[in-house]
Every structure is written in structure tokens, then in C-alpha cells.
């Protein structure tokens, strides 16, 4: 029987790569234009990002913030949601730990001081989603619209309170430095191997968050309700689903989650906050739940991608001056492009050759 829709295999795992390499050679033609060798520069990139020990502690330290926004994004579009404002949430995440970080660091041991400021980040991220989930619940307004004029919000809150947070006499707009409790553990610690990087123990929390969605969302009632809103508001309504309730909680959690990133950057390495700390990780969760299904292994995998891009480009940029760091934020946005606007550019072809082969073996 002819085939009408893509086997899940294909949809999960096929088209994913497809667009993937279709970036990847767009890219490649970019770097020959810029008169470098493809193949040499990518083989830099890798051996930066994923074979030196070193280099590999920092892919994964910004794939460790790069998971909890693709964690954010991913959670809301289960529910049939396009929260494009996790930049802003992790904005107020990072202020939210740092409200208590300066309030308590210097009081409070590290191990009762950690979980306080996450749990800070987590409401504060939380409370920022919380309005345009609720818009779009009682009101009607596309949370697309509101999520992302938040962004802009959020970044012009950001200069009001950071001139607040500023230390007398000092001239960078940024908040004290924090007490040493106040400092995610760091991973080198038991395993020196991995070198003087930031890699911190919001890697392992990162994992930890990916279980518990995994789990959440494919083996839970609520999870179920999640999926059947995102699939069929008006059926899941049929079902007794508060449809009201459900936008505006998972709307929390994914604002919680992108607060949560916010932890990695400010606690693991800064250890200050800084204005434009989350340095576009919120849009990057973008290309990540697109990319990765919003399955947890693609996620794993496609913040880790996006990790390795950041720490290799840094290397290649330096052994290669003809090829710019802003390379790379033109490849991230050429994944976007695939992965997102033209995710099922592939998708008749695979589907006919799928075709094909069945009735090649039918022959």
C-alpha cells in the first residue's frame, strides 16, 4: 500500500540529518568563497570541539545552557505553544538568582544557597511567561506576538536594574562578584582531565532535566493532555481538558526552564551578573527544539551541536583569520533555516523513494 505520511524514523531521524548537511554545505561554499579549505577548517572544528579533552569540557558547558532552552521551547510547542521568548526569561532568571545571590551569599552555606538561587531563576523566568501564557488563555493573543516583544522588555528591565546592582565606583554595568558558596561546583574538580573550563555540575542537572521531560511528557497523564492539546485543542476539550489551564501551566514551566539556563552562565562562570549575559542561548533553544523533535536525545544532540559550533568556531577563528567568529552565527542561522522554515523540504522526496522501495520489494 502506497505510503502517504513519513514513518517516524524518517521524521525523527532522516530529515533532521538532511537539513543538517544541507547547512553544513551552505556553509562549506561560504568558507570556500572566503578562500579556506571546507575540509580542513570542519576537521579543526571537530578535533577543537569534540576530541581535545579541554575543548570538549567547554562544548558541553554551553550545551548544558543550550539544553534548557531547547527544553523551554520544546515543552510548549508539545502543547501546541511557539514560546519564542526564552531570551527573555533567562534574562529574568538571571536576575532572579542574583535578587538572591546578593541577599543571602554571604549568610547562607553553598549547599543551602545553590538550590535558593535556582529556585529564584526558575520563578523569576517562570513569572515572565506567566502573563503572555495568560493572554493567550483568557484573551486570545498569539503568544508568538507577546513572547517576543517580552524579549524586549525583559533586555530594557535588564539596564533599569543592573544600574541598581552596580557596585559605587565601579564602571561596568554589572552586579558585585558573588561569595565563593555561591559557585556551581565545577566538574574538573573529579575529573582533572577536563582542565580549568567552566563544565559544572549544571551539566549533570541539564541530564537530570532531560529524564524528567522525557518522562513527563511521554509517560504521565498530564504529559498525555499536553500532547493531545498540542495535537487537537478541540478534541482535547471534548476530553476534559481545561485548555485555559493547560496553556497557562505550561507556559510556567517552560518560562522555569528557560530561567534555569541562566544558572550555568551566571553561577558556573561569571559568577557576576552582566547585562546581554544570555547572549542569544534563548533563540538558540529555538533551533534546538526544531531540530531535535523535542525529543530529549535530539535535544541532547543538537545542544551539543550547537556547543561544539561556539567552541570550535572560537579555535578556527583563530587559526583561520580569514574566517570571522560571525561565521558561525551565520551557520547557526542557516540550521534554523533548514531545520525550521524548510524542516520538511526533504519530506516528498524521502516519502517517494520510500514509495520506491516498497514496491521494489513487492516486484
Same mark, same amino acid.
Given at each position: ?69 531547547? /527544553? ?183 518560562? *522555569? ?32 527544539? /526544531? ?49 525550521? *522554515? ?22
Amino acid at each position: 500500500m502506497k505510503k502517504t505520511e513519513l514513518p517516524r524514523w524518517a521524521t525523527g531521524f532522516v530529515l533532521p540529518v538532511l537539513n543538517l548537511l544541507s547547512a553544513l554545505l551552505v556553509a562549506a561554499l561560504a568558507i570556500h568563497l572566503l578562500g579556506e579549505s571546507p575540509v580542513e577548517s570542519l576537521s579543526i572544528l571537530i578535533h577543537s570541539a569534540i576530541f581535545n579533552l579541554e575543548g570538549l569540557s567547554y562544548t558541553l558547558f554551553y550545551a548544558s545552557t543550550f539544553i534548557f532552552t531547547g /527544553l523551554a521551547v520544546s515543552i510548549a510547542m508539545k502543547g501546541g505553544l511557539f514560546n519564542i521568548g526564552a531570551e527573555g526569561q533567562m534574562y529574568l532568571g538571571g536576575l532572579g538568582l542574583t535578587i538572591a545571590l546578593l541577599a543571602l551569599d554571604n549568610s547562607l552555606p553553598a549547599w543551602l544557597l545553590i538550590p535558593i538561587a535556582m529556585l529564584g531563576s526558575a520563578l523569576f523566568g517562570a513569572a515572565w511567561a506567566f502573563l503572555p501564557g495568560y493572554l493567550q488563555a483568557r484573551r486570545g493573543s498569539h503568544v508568538v506576538v507577546t513572547t517576543i516583544m517580552f524579549n524586549f522588555i525583559a533586555a530594557d528591565l535588564m539596564n533599569f536594574f543592573i544600574l541598581k546592582l552596580v557596585p559605587e565606583g565601579q564602571q561596568n554595568p554589572a552586579s558585585r562578584v558573588f561569595s565563593a558558596a555561591a559557585e556551581m561546583p565545577r566538574l574538573n574538580t573529579w575529573l582533572p582531565v577536563l582542565g580549568d573550563t567552566p563544565l559544572n555540575i549544571s551539566f549533570l542537572i541539564a541530564i537530570a532535566a532531560l529524564v524528567i521531560y522525557g518522562v513527563m511528557v511521554w509517560r504521565s497523564s498530564w504529559g498525555y493532555q499536553l500532547r493531545a492539546t498540542g495535537l487537537n485543542q478541540h478534541a482535547a476539550h471534548y476530553a476534559g481538558v481545561s485548555i485555559s489551564r493547560m496553556i497557562v501551566v505550561t507556559m510556567l514551566v517552560s518560562g *522555569a526552564l528557560a530561567g534555569l539556563a541562566a544558572v550555568n552562565s551566571v553561577m558556573g562562570s561569571t559568577h557576576y551578573l552582566s547585562l546581554n549575559f544570555p547572549a542569544g542561548a534563548g533563540f538558540v533553544g529555538i533551533a534546538i527544539a /526544531l531540530m531535535g523533535r523535542q525529543h530529549p536525545v535530539g535535544i541532547f544532540l543538537s545542544a551539543v551541536l550547537f556547543g561544539a559550533l561556539i567552541q570550535g568556531g572560537f579555535d578556527l577563528s583563530l587559526e583561520k583569520p580569514n574566517i570571522p567568529p560571525e561565521t558561525f552565527i551565520f551557520i547557526q542561522g542557516l540550521i534554523i533555516l533548514f531545520c525550521g *522554515a524548510m524542516e520538511n523540504f526533504y519530506g516528498p522526496t524521502v516519502l517517494k523513494l520510500l514509495n520506491l522501495l516498497t514496491l521494489g520489494r513487492k516486484g
